[in-house]
């Protein structure tokens, strides 16, 4: 008997069809806004240096992640190698930017999210996910067959097109976005991502039609939804004011967002003069200010002890 959340999707093909059809993609790859053109069917690579199969680096019950994504028994993360972004601050640059990880098949991939599942977590989350989006349906429409019946949810760095999220409107139940620059010269500069902004946008707002409101199990621990993230960068480089701007007009005040403090001078980011630091409180407390301007009343920010969650209200916070 299929599990109960994709069964649907199961007997009516549409699984199956959707990750076939993503496949396909990878023949001329399209899958992301670099439209690399290369045949990724043949092991040739292109920009995120994958070919036919992802590379997996690590798989485990991650607990760090936002509270209704974690839950009490952890989410069932998967970091995929590579990426479609060269951040020059990449914090897990090992496997983002060196390659530290193996290939791994659809079975293996599938198997995975079976295992996580008997280890009682929560969800799958398939972390830095848009290089490999096929390789993770693929596994995906085996793993549901074999009884996987737990949210998956998509964690991206948001450079992304709204035409290939369209392939996952009924499959993915979480969207975890990063909105990171709000203009394209610091995107270019220092992430090599030319068109984010208006890539990211345009993915923000099909995730949000695919998914305008959240929902919540009896545990608090979300089942359906769109989060975003946000990392204060130093200087104002990753355009704060203008992203709220966005997601208040254009998605909803209501959709919850993360602010992160993290950011540190990591990989080569102290080649950067403008990088070469951490952000300073002052910093954060701006950003986590425009949050109440912009009226966003749901979310997170960061203390030195993690995530505290707010509600419309400005509180205090450290970092």
């Known amino acids: 008997m299929a599990a109960t959340r994709y069964r649907d999707a199961l ?3 549409t699984l199956k069809k959707k990750a076939a059809e993503a496949i396909r ?3 001329a790859c399209r899958i992301c806004p670099r439209q690399c053109g290369i045949d990724r069917l043949k092991d040739e690579t292109g920009f995120c240096r994958t070919g036919r199969q992802a590379v997996v680096c690590s798989a485990f019950s991650h607990r760090g992640e936002e509270p209704p994504i974690s839950g009490s028994r952890g989410s069932g993360a998967i970091f995929f190698t590579h990426c479609n972004m060269r951040c020059v601050y990449c914090q897990n640059y090992r496997f983002s930017q060196e390659g530290e990880g193996r290939r791994v098949a659809a079975r ?20 830095t996910p848009t290089h490999v989006m096929p390789q993770i349906l693929e596994a995906l429409y085996l793993a549901a067959r074999d009884g996987l ?14 035409q290939v999220l369209r392939l996952l409107d009924g499959i993915v139940d979480i969207y975890l976005t990063d ?19 208006r890539h990211n946008q345009e993915a923000a707002l099909e995730m949000f039609r695919q998914h305008p409101a959240a929902s919540f199990d009896e545990d ?23 992203i709220f701007a966005f997601i208040a007009k254009r998605l909803s ?25 951490r952000i300073s409180l002052q910093e954060y407390e701006a950003a986590a200010a425009l949050l109440d301007k912009f009226g966003l009343v749901n979310g997170w920010v960061q203390e030195s002890r993690g995530l505290q969650r707010f509600a419309g209200t400005h509180i205090k916070r450290n970092i």
Do not use: F, K, W
Not at 151 to 158: I, R
Not at 179 to 197: F, K, L, Q, T
């Open 25 to 27: 993609l990878l023949a």
């Open 179 to 197: 909105m990171r620059y709000a203009r394209e010269a610091p995107a270019v500069r220092y992430s090599a991502a030319p068109g984010y902004p």
């Open 253 to 277: 005040p209501d959709v919850p967002v993360s602010l992160m403090s993290q950011y540190l001078p990591a990989y080569v980011a102290c080649t950067h003069p403008a990088l070469a630091r």
């Open 220 to 242: 608090g621990v979300m089942t359906q939804g769109l989060i975003v993230r946000h990392l204060v960068l130093p200087g104002r480089l990753a355009g704060t004011e203008e």
């Open 108 to 127: 293996e991939l599938a198997d995975t999210m079976l295992r996580l599942q008997r280890n009682g977590c929560h969800n799958i989350n398939v972390i």
């Open 11 to 13: 007997e009516n093909g």
């Open 149 to 162: 019946d737990i949210p998956l949810v998509y964690n991206t760095s948001g450079y992304e097109t709204a």
